[in-house]
């Protein structure tokens, strides 16, 4: 039976890791994904997992680390937050091109600077180029099965490729709600063991990684990549149908709230889909048709199905948690609008950059925002596309 | 058991012929070196920072390394073995890995002395399993020859060039062993390549089967940066030592130990009249600059004979 319990996003993200019991943990703390090293350092130091622990002296080591030890052919998994992973940057385009499926539990917070220690996306979305599987998460639940879920992922032949499974920090990494728990077991026979196809500790078939890759070769290796991203979609959708085979939750690549009928949608990420759903059920008790896509998938980007999900709808304001510095608008928004632009409909589409550094968004913002569309469906006049929301001009 | 120089070069060569490093480069010499004091029955896993030797060595899609090896970036060779060590302690209890793997790594002293220095002191202190080797041509080469905190003061470079108001590098050279020794990790060495290379395999022999992290400097001329005959390689290391700007010594668990002593300490500039990267310091006028060269070497060769018990 599954265990009813209560904890933070950042113990739900230690527990899966636990429960999967990686060969190779490493990491360097940074606020507000601290914790996860901090719990993980616990259950080695209670003899509960018998993992090799690294606590290195920085994250730009902690995934140097990581690509070492996994192509060792170990299991192997890190966290981190904002300046860690722009501190990775590097070594994330490395493990990607390596092939290697690192999972990352990685807290959104602000890029400095200035330094700020919140909530936005801007560390995941920077890295959103990287060859790096992302997956996100609204709450503690999310958080938990989808990092559950990634191993598998990444793992698969057809894939093997890192991935990172985000949620926004202190939001939901700090607080605490009530979570379902698979039972240990079931994890562990979930997630098999980890068997590569090859390894530096292969003594009968020693390799090297890491060549100098001339034009001759560059190009089709990076369309490689660029492949087994795409199979990653397919791949995400069956491990999705074994997961809820085990536990009745349901994933998608992204989604969808009361999108049906929709005349006025939100484009949304993480936490904030929380309160979205909170305002869209108010507005739809009042009768007004409005709804959500939550992104849950970004890369790969599931650009057909987000463009046949949202394609009926009038109106569409995308939120992006990230400023991009395009002066055009964030990087959430650029995606979807391009997904939108093969349809024959069109919908009329404005982007919200919001909740900066952790800024508040409430009930009452996205009230505002729903009554903005609905006067653009209603007028047929997007106006300004590029916005800020909750902003002190 | 005695170092018997036949035998060791009789040994299967672990790094084979047909890379691309340059004739009288002393980057493989140092490679083979150390790899020669492995036992043949061990396996290696051996990890590379970018440089010269990695990407002459190990272009797509051949490689000349016949044990597995592993190049992930510049300045995290350190951090990579300590993550490949970690691996295999781990593999290792759970009967997946049943071989004996040694890890050494390699990198350049641009690689070591200054962008991966981070990662080579973490993995220092965590106390990985591991030998990490330098390979000191005083200058990141593989770039075209710009300074490093390696390069010996008024050494041309491309980044100290030499002009009206510039003789060279302005700096002394970083002391990189010294800075390994406050690590207090079992084993530091320095050497390099001397007659039947004796001093480089029992060094590397003791760094790699001294359990612990333990760290090699070998001095490895460049003859493009240098600017010396290709064929004057183990001349111009002999000059090193025997004019004491590059000591050999060893530090086993904090015991300094000074492995050669010269007979009579040569004059520095027999040590830079041959490398054209000093050709400015013979200059009419410019004896004061070999002056301030041998005072500097003079100071430090009294504080590491006293660090010796000499």
Redesign the interface.
Known sequence: MAIRERMSGNEAIATAMKQIHPDVFAAFPITPSTEIPQYFSSYVANGEVDSGLVLVESEHSAMSVCIGSQSAGARTMTATSSCGLALMWEMLYVAASNRLPITMALVNRALSGPININADHSDSMGARDSGWLQIYSENNQEAYDNFIQAVRIAEHPEVQLPAMVCQDGFITSHAIENIELIETEKVRAFVGDYEPAASLLNAAEPIAIGPYDTVNYYMEHKRQQAEAVKNATVVLLQVAVEFEKMTGRKYGLFESYQLEDAEAAIVIINSAAGTAKATIDAMRAAGKKVGLLKIRVFRPFPMNEIRQALENVGAIAVMDRSEGFSAAGGPVFAEVRSALYASEKRPHLINYIYGLGGRDVTTGHFEEIFETLLKIEEDKQSGEVYRYLGVRE | MSYSFKEAMNKPERLTGGHRMCAGCGAPIAVRGVLRALKEED?V?I?NATGCL??ST????Y?A?????????F??A??????????????R??G????N?KFIAFGGDGGTYDIGF??L??AM??GHDMVYVCYDNGAYMNTGIQRSSATPRYAETSTTPLGTASQGKQQFRKDLSQVMVAHDIPYVAQTTFLSNFKDLHEKSEKAIYTKGPAFLNVLAPCPRGWRYATEDLMEICKLAVETCYWPLFEVVHGEWKLTYKPKSKLPIEDFLRPQGRFKHLFAKGNEHLIAEIQADIDRKWVELLKRCDI
Do not use: C
């Not at chain 2, 190990?58 to 899609?61: A, C, D, K, S, T």
């Not at chain 2, 390394?65 to 970036?73: L, Q, V, Y």
């Not at chain 2, 350190?78 to 593999?91: D, I, K, P, Q, R």
């Open positions: 396996e896993v990890a990695e990407v190990f272009m797509y899609p490689t390394w016949k044990d597995s090896f592993i190049h992930n970036a300045e995290n350190g951090a990579t073995l300590s993550g490949v060590e970690a691996a295999y302690n781990v593999l209890k759970k997946k890995v049943k071989e793997y981070q990662s002191s973490g202190e965590r």
